[in-house]
């Protein structure tokens, strides 16, 4: 069985080497999720990119940095999403004149205003 593999095994298996690996796949054995490693092999130039940026104290290490860009994909992904959504609602001819639009922002923006002089 391979080290990835493991998270197949019981939980309560134990080797030093790997304790606190061991220590999260069994919290995530326990709730029911099963965590899997990926190893990725980055060109040299985004290898390079990321190891600079832990150099520079940016992130503590190149795992962060690599999952902080991940994050950043989803945002934009997300936000792909929404955009696509928007054309279909205008391709449907389901649009807010603007009175209605700023209408609501005011009021969101009023809800925010008391709820922040309320703290």
């Not at 992130?59 to 940095?65: F, G, K, V």
């Not at 389901?94 to 922040?116: H, L, M």
Request: net charge negative; charged share 30%; glycine share 6%.
């Amino acid at each position: 069985m391979s080290e990835n593999d493991s998270y197949n095994a019981s939980p309560f298996a134990y080797n030093e080497n790997q304790a606190s690996s061991r220590c999260v796949r069994t919290l995530l054995y326990v709730l029911g999720k099963r965590e899997k490693n990926m190893e990725l092999n980055l060109p040299a130039e985004a290898n390079a990119f990321v190891k600079g940026l832990v150099a520079q104290g940016k992130y503590q290490n190149e795992e962060e940095a690599v999952v902080d860009g991940i994050q950043l994909l989803m945002g934009r992904e997300k936000l792909r999403n929404e955009i696509q959504e928007g054309i279909n609602q205008l391709d449907r001819r389901e649009s807010w004149d603007e009175e209605t639009v700023f209408a609501e922002v005011d009021a969101v923006i009023a809800e925010i205003e008391v709820s922040q002089q309320s703290k």
